[in-house]
């Protein structure tokens, strides 16, 4: 039992800056799903996997009282290419919905509770095989909330880039940027890479 009882030091934001980048997956490994073809295509592409990374996305609410009507768009990531989802097509809310269901396919993520409750609200459907990484390296003595900067410098010495002008970017918009399918693709890719890394697949 002391290996569950031990406390792992993760390195601070100081020394992650330090650290080589963390080698992500560039546009032409990122799929958009926006139209029921693209959506067919993303099933077909998808068969037969076991495991994805997995994250979402929402508009920001900057408002007091108003209420996110995301994720606006859904991520699913293999190792060798990323699906980004948008939700405004009732075709591609189906076929997210019909992976996020299927209990085969393990989808992990960080921090996936906020993630799951408007899945639900949103697509009606209770996503299964769902693995919060945040919980496996809790279980394994490390810090509550590592997060996804926090496991690729813990387990590949890099550094995850995140762009804070991405992350509050509109994800609602129909055109979304070069850098929102950079910043979306990769939050999954890297959970996959996490996933992995730890012996899990």
């Not at 993760?10 to 959506?39: H, M, S, W, Y």
């Not at 980004?84 to 076929?95: M, N, S, Y």
């Not at 002008?165 to 693709?185: G, P």
Request: proline share 3%; glycine share 8%; aromatic share 6%.
């Amino acid at each position: 039992m002391k290996a569950m009882t031990e406390r792992h030091l993760t390195p601070d934001k100081d020394q992650i800056a330090l650290l080589e980048p963390f080698d992500r997956l560039g546009l032409n490994q990122i799929q958009l799903v926006a139209n029921a073809q693209q959506a067919a295509e993303a099933l077909h592409g998808l068969g037969g996997v076991t495991a994805l990374g997995f994250d979402t996305e929402s508009k920001p609410t900057f408002a007091k009282n108003e209420a996110s009507d995301g994720p606006h768009i859904v991520q699913l990531s293999t190792l060798g290419r990323a699906w980004i989802f948008q939700l405004e097509d009732a075709d591609c809310r189906r076929a997210v919905a019909q992976l996020l269901e299927a209990p085969a396919i393990i989808k992990a993520g960080f921090g996936l509770g906020d993630d799951r409750r408007r899945i639900i609200s949103k697509l009606g459907v209770d996503p299964r095989g769902v693995l919060d990484l945040n919980t496996v390296f809790r279980e394994r003595g490390y810090r509550k909330d590592m997060g996804v900067r926090g496991a690729v410098a813990v387990l590949f010495n890099q550094r995850f880039i995140k762009s804070r002008k991405a992350t509050t970017s509109n994800w609602a918009n129909a055109r979304l940027t070069e850098a929102q399918l950079i910043y979306a693709a990769n939050d999954a890719y890297a959970a996959l890479r996490v996933f992995e890394a730890l012996g899990l697949g």
